[in-house]
């Protein structure tokens, strides 16, 4: 990411404890000097309540990076990126998918959908950790569309 641009991200994780990690690692970016604004919510219905800012998310941010798991209550991660990327105000925005999933099907059917990425959690918090690091120094020199 150039300049004194921030990164907004926003998470679609139902997981607290994965939340967590991920919540610390940007904490870290930010003590580096990284602008960044997290956003979670964890439902699919609830992440494109805030892409469309619709009921409580009015004043959302429009965010340049999403963190999607696929395993979500109500409307699962393939529908919400499906959906993302059928819009032609949201589809610019990538998407990474962060699962547990190792299904090939689902590997498949994300990217057909539109991902950016497919990454899969490791079990181990270390692992976990050094995953996101790798995230954000990917995503701290791409350039984001507006």
Known sequence: MSGEKKLVVLVVEDSKYDYVLIERSIKALEEKGIK???HWVQTGEDALD????RKGFADAPR????LLDLRLPGKDGLEVLKEIKEDEKLRKIPV???T????EEDMVRAYDSG???YLQKPTHTE???KLLNTVWEYWKVVKLPE
Do not use: G, M, Q, T
């Not at 965010?63 to 999403?66: F, S, T």
């Not at 547990?100 to 299904?103: D, G, N, T």
């Open 36 to 38: 960044c604004e997290l």
């Open 50 to 53: 805030f892409l469309y800012r």
């Open 127 to 129: 692992d976990f950790e």
């Open 96 to 98: 990474v998918v962060l």
């Open 115 to 117: 991902a950016s990425a």
């Open 63 to 66: 965010p340049n990076l999403i």
């Open 100 to 103: 547990v999933s190792e299904s």
